[in-house]
């Protein structure tokens, strides 16, 4: 019986494959045929010379002794069906201070046509990188400076002349970046896949009413996604020409006197050893409060490098999500205010402290009070937003950002987009402070605003104030809503 009842059905299921089938791989070509991408990579060894001066420790006494490993910027291209382009810049440096970003939009604008929105800058935050920042005192003649205490009189001339160098040197590398990137584009694809890795860990432990020390605290806010954009080359053999990664963690392995590029650049180190045709970038995510742990010795940055190159193999054996254009871009500078600024009379208080960073920060506004008769009411935060079709949105917030923004941006942003992927980015564009949550604000400590006494090259008069969040997040969802 089951023989004479399957045998017509078999039949008809036959009759159908032979009628159909010469539509239906067709129909299924059509619909496995990738975005017509175009994308190119290019990189520059941005390695300084011994002897220049080091960012990201306030209390370094000299210069880099020696090199210990090369650092790079590197440009990802991107091109969609309909000619529009971005292109993401990347940087084993500190930060990207807002002059240099103001020299890069120009650049990219008079020489390659590209609009303000279709640049994103994003810095690792090596804190074994060169100084890039200078700034004028208020009463000093006009002559800009080096932005440590501890750089001698002497000195400061030498120092100025390294990072005016420096820079000049770093713009001429964007150049041939952009011009090697743009001028190579070749049909690509793009895909989106994500792993973990779990070295970050929060740097905020709470050591009595209002005190947060920096030490590891197991049980705050982390997010140890590591996004990854693949970028394979159209051909045969489908050739991964480029890895932009992310991770939320500070690049606070070293602390040596020597140039590196932490532990980002050894992940992207190891990842292109392991795969010669690739150029590996990374964007650095809400590592605020986020430090990498254990740190301090030479191979704890090794190893999580390594660590990090692994969680990205592992990203690149799950199931990848191909993403379509058009690529759309948006960029904002919202102004956000500062709290109530402190009087003459507690400056002048401040100024008399036996701490030297207070006393210098309390000095260094009494002299902005004296010069300007005032202090700035806001700051211009960058934020900028990227989609890929409706497949993929980016996030990017200029400075020092905690990560509360990334975990309530991935959660609201991936609502809005119907579960698509949310990356979120800081340290993008501008890194002139901190970025705090409200919840961080409140707390207050080192990422609250007791960061910015160390801060002279921008004048933060007082802490933000504590509408910071809700102004930024409201700013991305505008400019998302505005790309749809």
């Known amino acids: 019986m089951k023989t004479r009842f399957f045998a017509p059905v078999l039949f008809v299921l036959v009759l159908a494959v032979g009628i159909f089938g010469l539509v239906l791989p067709e129909r299924a070509a059509e619909e496995e045929k990738a975005y017509p991408w175009k994308a190119a990579v290019a990189r520059a060894d941005i390695t300084p010379e011994p002897g220049i001066w080091m960012a990201g420790y306030a209390a370094r006494k000299g210069p880099a002794e020696k090199v210990l490993q090369p650092i790079h910027a590197k440009a990802l291209a991107i091109e969609d069906s309909e000619g529009g382009r971005f292109v993401f810049l990347t940087f084993d440096l500190i930060g990207i201070p807002r002059p240099f970003r103001d020299a890069v939009e120009k650049l990219a604008g008079e020489k390659y046509g590209l609009d303000p929105e279709a640049v994103l800058l994003n810095a690792s935050h090596t804190h074994s990188g060169p100084m890039i920042r200078l700034y004028q005192p208020p ?30 040197k770093l713009l001429e590398s964007v150049d041939s970046l952009l011009a090697e990137a743009l001028e190579n584009l070749e049909p690509a694809t793009l895909a989106w896949s994500h792993a973990k890795c779990g070295f970050a860990m929060n740097r905020r432990t709470p050591a009595g009413p209002g005190v947060w020390k920096n030490s590891p605290n197991p049980d705050a806010p982390v997010d140890h996604e590591v996004p990854v954009l693949q970028v394979r080359a159209a051909d045969e053999a489908k050739t991964l020409k480029a890895v932009m990664f992310g ?60 660590n990090m190159a692994t969680s990205i193999e592992a990203a690149l054996e799950t199931p990848a999500k191909s993403l379509a254009g058009p690529i759309r871009s948006a960029l904002e500078w919202p102004a956000i205010p500062y709290q109530e600024p402190p009087t003459r009379a507690e400056l002048e208080e401040k100024a008399k402290s036996k701490d030297r960073y207070d006393a210098r920060h309390g000095q260094f506004l009494l002299d902005v009070l004296d010069t300007a008769g005032g202090f700035p009411e806001s700051y211009p935060v960058p934020v900028q937003v990227v989609k890929f079709g409706n497949d993929l949105t980016m996030a990017a917030i200029g400075g020092e950002v905690v990560v509360d923004y990334s975990l309530r941006l991935k959660r609201e942003l991936g609502e809005i987009t119907n579960g698509a992927p949310v990356w979120v980015a800081g340290y993008s564009n501008d890194v002139m402070t901190y970025i705090p ?20 090259s921008t004048v933060h008069p ?20 505005g790309l749809r």
Not at 462 to 481: C, F, H, N, Q, Y
């Open 437 to 456: 949550s409200r919840r961080v604000l409140e707390e207050g400590g080192y990422e609250g605003g007791g960061a910015m006494r160390y801060v002279r």
């Open 247 to 306: 991770y939320a963690c500070h690049a606070t392995v070293l602390s040596l006197m020597e140039i590196s590029g932490d532990w980002p650049g050894y992940a992207q180190r190891y990842f292109e050893e392991e795969h010669p045709e690739t150029v590996a970038l990374f964007l650095n995510g809400c590592s605020g409060d986020q430090n990498p742990y254990p740190r301090r010795l030479l191979h704890y940055a090794e190893r999580h490098g390594r």
């Open 139 to 168: 009463k000093g003649g006009g002559e800009e400076r080096a932005p440590y205490a501890n750089v001698p009189d002497e000195e400061q001339e030498l120092r100025v002349r390294q990072t005016r160098e420096f820079n000049a």
């Open 462 to 481: 007082a802490p933000w104030d504590s509408s910071i969040e809700e102004r930024l997040v409201g700013a991305v969802k505008e400019l998302e809503a």
